[in-house]
């Protein structure tokens, strides 16, 4: 228990400091207004114990009730025939907010947003889009991207500068990542993996799998013992649940591996850093502003320049060389000197 | 339907909800307002959550169908999935093909279309049952993954895919399209909701039509009588005249059809395009609950496709009214099945003096035995 | 063809078949518990459920009390649990073994998720530490074998338990009084009946045997291959242990040989970061490769005789 109380004070911190970074203490928490809003989120089929994304979000959810006395509640979906009714669910119901959670409910909260024009919609990871996948811009829905090849950056950043200096386990160039599914969200990480640890060692070699799968370890981790048996040296889980397989085979082959979206220092003592993505951030901040009356349609990008995405050193003594490599290179993303692509580059 | 049985599951639900530190009226009366607009304490719109539960129900009507027939012949089709994501396959690949012809031509087109894909799909398990023996049981569990692998392969990189990087088909012609039952209009005010929201299609009489025609062909045709003669027995069957192979493959060729026209139906009326959602469906698997639950009848199914729908629908408003996880739904479904199949209220009944016993099973299901043993290995037809 | 090419230069390495061993195993120890309930005449599509319920208490155990073996043992008994469930229902009440089979499914998935929600909250269920996690061990002297010594003896604890259970069932079943017993009871019940042989207490060990299985491979993916509990982890494992068993025609070698089918295709689709070929095809192969084999080498399966029939003291 210790632990995961220390883990979820990390996040409430980060979050905290993301929210004074960003400047938005008009009101806060002080003098709360009358009203009490009405937040109703709609998880994916990864449901809240996914150890993902669908996971942080409910963390920020229950922060910003503890913080604006809001009234928060939280439907998971059980199929992808949920997503639209559990939607509606909430809009009908008048919620100030509906936030869906996840790239596969982006068809139906362009649809629902449609239907719903006075309610307030966000949806992480996409926008509300019709059935040709584009971006339907309704002014009532605040799509929440993230950078996701910034957090793959920096730790790529660790990956390739360990292998070329020699100090990761076996220093024979090679490193590799673990997909869930081939999508978008998946791939930006990878991406921005593959392209640090290239420019940190030139002659790197990144093995690229996918276990097809997001909630069965044991997939994982034959893609990632297929991966060892190449050579890999540093492993990148972005298969949420099923990718905890990955840190653990590197672990049992006593290897480096880095974790997602959340700090996963604890999954094993495998995981040498974790590229984070703050779902919980991106949640508060969109509450925050309804609470705050200071809603906007239209899209906001959570990368490492505004402190959305990022990583965080976790098992490992970083060396000081790389620290100043890691800052440097964390300062030009942040000041758009490097761009990180958000393909995986060839 | 056993009644008893159904309120006795509730009963035993109640208690682990209460076990577990829960208000079971608060899950029940939540799962009433989700399912049938019933005690809707939150500002839940009646009439929008029996539209969400019609919707569901829609596809468990032909699914269970699917495996209702086959249970019939004494067949057990675990590939009501595989047979579902055939039809939407084909329904899809049509429906955007031939997206320039009127509607009364191309609806009928991507339905058919569905359900001759869900027919291949299943006929291949008819077909290896009835030539070489082999147990449909495994043939349509594999073929429910390579449906599956097909699926992703084609919406991943494959030809119906949208776009480098999505998951999902282009939308299908609008003339593929089912229309709702109310005009999909945002602007148009009905119960108090735009219009849109109610999402019920024609799909549902379709559905219904189909569980018609399923009655029919069991009880009032020649074919039926076959399939029931062949679930019976098939040697006495065989000296009845007919034929056990033939009537195996025109079994599963039809029951596939069946989910086909429910894949084909869920696209071109609620989804419009094969989407990612497909790789986690669950309606297959889903039918064989509400197929045993029917009892293999066409009322009794139609009934359990209600209380299924309805508790799809009850478990999401439950989580948000009271907190408690949705997967409690799927543990009453789960108790359901176990009150019906062992009559447990019948077997209490009979100990109290006073009561009439109920019957037993109802002697329209076919039990269990045939479906893993006789029928596993059809003898060489005679000459 | 490079990619074939791949593939067929996979098939000679050792890691491949070491892999595939063990995918097989987390088929097989369900397959084998089906083989045995099947064999006493009742029919068993609850490997499913039974393995996920011993998935999720093999982690809430080992976090609580730290013992792997306590562990191993409470997943074997949740199995155990559930299969009794079955075969009361089954039994007893002469329910339709199909119908509670599936219900058994639908029960796990929904009870274990609902217990997670209920004493974790939406907090991480914790990850079990590598010290405590059911150990690989390498046979001393013969690991050092050239190919074989890597596939067969670098192995998890659990595989070696898995391979000893195959052929103390394949003994079991046809080399014992009990195991003909078994099969007597699952083929003609009033023979047995008459000939002294107690009907309901065989069938009733035979389902709570599979249980106990069908957790034991619970435990072994969850504190063994993974060392946390995931929601729906089983992933359908325990369907394709039906495949395997019924695709070995109800005999514990036959099944063995399916799910090394199932165990080879996983483990060469594993390989994707180095064989290039859409990897959903990839995956498609070992479904595929089990229907052409169906059509054209095995064949017709036929089960005991009294599968699925409920059996009555003194009918007929």
């Not at chain 1, 009908?92 to 509906?98: M, N, R």
């Not at chain 2, 045993?292 to 009850?314: C, D, E, M, Q, T």
Request: include cysteine; charged fraction near 10%; glycine fraction near 12%.
């Amino acid at each position: 228990m210790g632990h995961k109380h220390l883990k979820f004070l990390g996040v409430v911190a980060a979050a905290m400091v993301f929210s004074l970074a960003c400047g938005g203490s008009s009101g806060g928490g002080g003098g709360t207004p009358a009203k009490t809003y009405k937040i109703g989120l709609v998880t994916d089929i990864g449901g809240l114990n996914d150890k993902s994304f669908n996971h942080l979000a409910y963390v920020g959810l229950q922060k910003a009730i503890t913080d604006f006395k809001i009234k928060g509640d939280v439907v998971e979906s059980k199929s992808g025939d949920d997503y639209v009714p559990n939607l509606t669910n909430f809009a009908s119901k008048g919620y100030d907010l509906v936030i869906g959670v996840g790239f596969l409910m982006q068809t139906a909260v362009g649809t629902v947003s449609g239907q719903f024009p006075n309610v307030h919609f966000a949806i992480i990871d996409g926008a509300g889009t019709d059935a040709n996948g584009n971006d339907l811009k309704h002014a009532n829905v605040e799509s929440l991207f993230f950078k996701e090849q910034d957090a793959g950056a920096m730790v790529g950043v660790i990956a390739g500068w360990l292998e070329k200096n020699g100090q990761a386990k076996k220093n024979k160039g090679v490193i590799s990542a673990v997909g869930g599914v081939s999508i978008p969200p998946v791939n930006h990480y990878i991406a921005g993996y593959k392209w640090a640890a290239a420019m940190e060692d030139p002659g790197i070699k990144v093995l690229v799998g996918y276990s097809n799968d997001f909630t069965d370890p044991a997939k994982c981790k034959g893609v990632a013992q297929s991966q060892i048996s190449q050579n890999s040296d540093i492993l990148f889980q972005v298969a949420g649940g099923c990718g905890l397989g990955v840190l653990q085979a590197a672990g049992q082959a006593s290897l480096y591996s880095i974790g997602v979206d959340a700090d996963q220092k604890d999954a094993d003592p495998s995981v040498i850093a974790s590229a984070l993505k703050k779902v919980d951030v991106a949640t508060y901040t969109a509450i925050k502003l309804v609470v705050n009356g200071q809603f906007t349609g239209g899209a906001q990008t959570f990368s490492i320049a505004n402190g959305g995405a990022g990583y965080s050193p976790d098992n490992l003594n970083v060396p000081s060389a790389l620290q100043t490599e890691l800052d440097k290179v964390e300062g030009e993303i942040k000041n758009g000197t490097l761009t990180p692509p958000a393909d995986i580059p060839a | 339907m056993p009644i008893g049985s159904v309120i006795l599951a509730f009963i035993i639900g109640a208690l682990i909800v209460a076990v577990t530190g829960a208000n079971p009226f608060d899950a029940y009366s939540g799962l009433l307002c989700g399912g049938f607009g019933i005690a809707c304490s939150q500002g839940e719109n009646p009439a929008l959550q029996l539209s969400n539960t019609v919707v569901f129900m829609i596809p468990l009507l032909t699914t269970g169908v699917a495996v209702a027939l086959p249970f019939r012949a004494g067949l057990f089709n675990i590939g009501a999935e595989g047979q579902l994501l055939a039809g939407s396959v084909a329904c899809t690949a049509i429906g955007i093909k031939f997206a320039g012809l009127p509607a009364p031509v191309l609806i009928p087109m991507v339905l058919i279309g569905g359900m001759l894909a869900g027919a291949l799909w299943a006929g291949v398990a008819g077909v290896l049952k009835a030539t070489v023996g082999a147990h449909e049981v495994v043939t349509t569990i594999m073929l429910n993954y390579v449906a599956q692998w097909l699926v992703r392969y084609l919406i991943i990189g494959g030809p119906l895919q949208l776009a480098p990087g999505t998951s999902r088909s282009s939308p299908i012609g609008v003339n593929a399209q089912l229309p709702t039952l109310l005009p999909a209009d945002n602007s148009l005010i009905i119960f108090g909701l735009p219009a849109s929201v109610f999402r019920v299609h024609w799909g549902l009489a379709i559905a219904l039509a189909a569980v018609g025609a399923f009655a029919f062909l069991l009880w009032r045709t020649s074919l039926g009588y076959e399939i029931r003669a062949v679930g019976q027995s098939q040697k006495a069957a065989r000296y009845a005249g007919v034929s056990v192979r033939r009537t195996i493959i025109v079994t599963m060729l039809i029951a596939g059809a069946f989910s086909g026209l429910a894949g084909a139906i869920q696209i071109s009326g609620v989804d419009h395009s094969l989407t990612d959602k497909y790789f986690s469906d669950t309606t297959g698997f889903d039918a064989i609950a509400v197929a045993l639950l029917g009892l293999g009848s066409a009322v009794g199914i139609i009934l359990a496709a209600v209380l299924f729908g309805a508790l799809h629908s009850g478990g999401a408003i439950m989580q948000s009214d009271s907190g408690i996880s949705s997967n409690l739904v799927l543990v009453l479904q789960a108790l359901i099945l176990f009150s019906i199949a062992a009559n447990f209220v019948g077997q209490i009944a009979r100990l109290i003096p006073g009561i009439r016993r109920p019957q037993a099973l109802p002697p329209e299901l076919p039990p269990a035995a045939p479906l893993m043993t006789e029928a596993a290995a059809p003898p060489p037809e005679p000459a | 063809m490079t990619a074939l090419g791949d593939i067929l230069h996979l098939l000679f390495t050792a890691n491949l078949w070491q892999a595939a061993l063990a995918a097989a195993v987390l088929l097989l120890l369900p397959a084998l518990g089906g083989v045995i309930s099947e064999r006493s005449g009742v029919v068993n599509i609850a490997m499913e459920g039974m393995m996920l319920t011993g998935a999720f208490f093999a982690v809430v155990a080992n976090l609580a009390w730290h013992n792997v073996w306590l562990a191993t043992g409470v997943a074997m008994l949740s199995g155990a649990l559930m299969a009794s469930i079955h075969a009361i229902v089954s039994i007893r009440f002469r329910a339709d073994q199909i119908v509670s089979g599936i219900a058994i499914n639908i029960f796990a998935a929904g009870l274990t998720v609902f217990l997670v929600n209920r004493i974790y909250g939406v907090q991480d269920i914790g990850h079990v530490g590598q010290s405590e996690l059911l150990p690989n061990i390498n046979v001393p002297g013969l690991d050092q074998i050239p190919f074989f010594g890597k596939v067969l003896f670098q192995q998890n604890v659990i595989v070696y338990v898995a391979l000893i259970l195959l052929v103390l069932m394949h003994l079991l079943l046809f080399r014992t009084r009990l195991g003909l017993r078994i099969r007597s009871v699952g083929e003609h019940p009033q023979a047995a009946d008459t000939a002294g042989i107690n009907v309901y207490a065989i069938r009733y060990g035979a389902v709570i045997t599979s249980g106990l299985l069908s957790g034991l491979a619970g435990a072994f993916l969850a504190i063994g291959v993974s060392n946390t509990f995931v929601p729906n982890m089983t992933d359908g494992r325990g369907y394709i242990a039906l495949a395997a068993m019924i695709f070995g025609k109800w005999t514990p070698f036959g099944a063995f040989v399916a799910c090394l089918i199932f165990g080879l295709g996983q483990a060469i689709y594993d390989n994707n970061s180095i064989i290039h070929v859409s990897p959903y095809l990839l995956s498609m192969l070992p479904y595929l490769l089990t229907l052409v084999v169906l059509a054209g080498l095995v064949g017709r399966s036929t089960p005991p005789a009294a599968d699925g029939l409920p059996y009555v003291a003194g009918s007929e």
